[in-house]
């Protein structure tokens, strides 16, 4: 389950002219939020104010650590964290359990938050150079309605090719097959492996088209 908190939910219809509007100025005013925090504390800007970069990070460490204590205190695994969002875990948790810990961190934090998505499975990407570490904004998984969200991969990146794009959709749809984790242990891995295995053997033989 993840908890979004920079936008409040929109309460148009998805893909109306209001609710693209008011997409698109939702990603304007976050691309300008970011970039202003950026320049506070860069040395080359010469209206840089170090003392507001780090009254933000300040206040952003103090909202996530509180954040932390709370969702814990309730009996939720907080798995990861970022600037803008929490996942959180909790064995046999229901819907409702995940929405009243939103209520609460809202209240609490005095934040805008959103319940944004609840995962089937979701596989946290380590970072490079120490994989005990979640690299972040590097994720995927899928929902209980079946809907495929990635971050960080090719799938999600403007300049990958198509073929790969495809390919990796389809093989995350082909892992996650599963009802549980053991049995994308036991079989939804090596289906996976199989679907590699006859992709390279459909492009080394020129049956698949990858331009």
């Not at 409702?96 to 946290?124: P, S, W």
């Not at 389809?170 to 090596?190: M, N």
């Not at 492996?193 to 331009?211: A, Q, S």
């Given at each position: ?62 909202i996530l650590i509180k954040s932390k204590d709370i969702v814990q205190g309730l009996g ?12 959180l875990k909790k064995s046999g948790a229901t819907f409702e359990d995940f929405v009243c ?111």
């Amino acid at each position: 389950m993840s908890l979004g908190g920079d936008v409040q939910e929109s309460t148009f219809p998805i893909d109306t002219r209001e609710w693209l509007w008011s997409e698109d100025r939702i990603a304007v005013l976050k691309s300008i939020l970011v970039s202003l925090y950026g320049t506070t504390g860069s040395f080359w800007n010469r209206l840089a104010n170090v003392d507001a970069f780090e009254e933000i990070n300040r206040s952003s460490r103090e909202i996530l650590i509180k954040s932390k204590d709370i969702v814990q205190g309730l009996g939720f695994e907080l798995l990861y964290a970022d600037t803008d969002s929490v996942f959180l875990k909790k064995s046999g948790a229901t819907f409702e359990d995940f929405v009243c810990v939103k209520d609460i961190l809202a209240r609490e934090t005095g934040l805008q938050i959103t319940l944004e998505t609840c995962y089937k499975f979701l596989v946290l990407l380590p970072l490079e150079a120490d994989e005990k570490l979640e690299a972040l904004k590097h994720y995927y998984g899928i929902t209980h309605t079946n809907e495929l969200i990635v971050r960080g991969i090719e799938a999600r990146r403007h300049d990958a090719p198509n073929f790969i794009k495809d390919f990796q959709s389809e093989l995350l749809y082909t892992l996650f097959d599963c009802k549980d984790s053991a049995e994308i242990v036991s079989r939804g891995y090596e289906n996976a492996l199989l679907l590699v295995t006859r992709t390279i053997d459909k492009v080394m033989t020129g049956e698949l088209d990858i331009l």
